[in-house]
């Protein structure tokens, strides 16, 4: 049975420029879709989160302009009833083990760039996942969960990559690139990421070696999708 690692932030805000606090979490979509997909094939999830404190949903995802309707946004929050005990009760992502697990994704959300994007542990547990040649997943803003993966020479572990994330040009139109500390797709370029944009809002993956990548909420299910094709190739 393929063995995921389904790493959630457990940020409940993102830090702006200004110092104020921008409640945010998981995005309820790209949590959900890659989960859905996932079990559908038979793989085992087991949910960590930075200390092992219960991640949060960024309420704006569940919105019906957001989700996609009144009925999705239902549907969105009955699955994360169902998913709460073990979103209740994630493993402590300090404590896991490359060695266990067959692959790694992060969904996004602005969380990621709180707490992932500095993440030390993380960074070295990536590093475990990219020298035993381990798939490697991020979606929307989790790409910021890479920045902290070094090898030993102090290196970027995915300089010179071809990913995607959440563009400029999104966040821009989301409202928040002028209160950010720091926008997605200038970071990974400036660590040296060839960061492919693809149109804004519509579902793009990109495939660079181990690496996945999916730009936005609805590339979710895609680059899922691309996950599981290649560990039946």
């Known amino acids: 049975m393929t063995e995921v690692l389904f790493v959630v932030t457990g940020a409940d805000h993102w830090t702006l420029a200004d110092g104020t606090q921008h409640p945010t979490g998981f995005w309820a979509e790209e949590l959900i879709e890659p989960y859905r997909v996932f079990t559908d094939a038979g793989f085992r999830l087991t949910f960590a989160t930075p200390g092992g404190r219960s991640p949060v949903v960024d309420e704006a995802s569940l919105a019906p302009d957001a989700a996609g309707g009144e009925d999705r946004s239902d549907e969105l929050r009955r699955t994360l009833t169902e998913l709460k005990p073990v979103l209740d009760s994630p493993a402590v992502l300090e404590d896991v083990r490359a060695e266990d697990y067959?692959?790694?994704?992060?969904?996004?959300?602005?969380?990621?760039?709180?707490?992932?994007a500095v993440s030390e542990p993380f960074g070295r547990l990536?590093?475990?996942?990219?020298?035993?040649?381990?798939?490697?997943?991020?979606?929307?803003?989790?790409?910021?969960?890479?920045?902290?993966a070094?090898?030993?020479?102090?290196?970027?572990?995915?300089?010179?990559?071809?990913?995607?994330?959440?563009?400029n040009e999104e966040e821009t139109?989301?409202?928040?690139?002028?209160?950010?500390?720091?926008?997605?797709?200038?970071?990974?370029r400036e660590s040296g990421a060839r960061f492919d944009a693809g149109p804004a809002w519509e579902s793009h993956v990109v495939v660079d070696r181990s690496l996945y990548t999916g730009q936005n909420p609805a590339s979710s299910r895609a680059v899922a999708q691309r996950v599981v094709e290649a560990t039946k190739s």
């Open 126 to 148: 990536l590093a475990e996942f990219m020298a035993a040649g381990k798939l490697v997943s991020v979606v929307c803003h989790a790409p910021a969960a890479l920045l902290p």
């Open 173 to 188: 139109q989301a409202g928040l690139a002028e209160k950010a500390p720091w926008l997605l797709e200038d970071r990974l």
């Open 102 to 116: 067959d692959l790694v994704f992060v969904p996004g959300g602005h969380g990621p760039m709180e707490d992932l």
């Open 150 to 167: 070094r090898g030993a020479d102090g290196g970027w572990l995915f300089d010179g990559y071809r990913m995607t994330g959440f563009t």
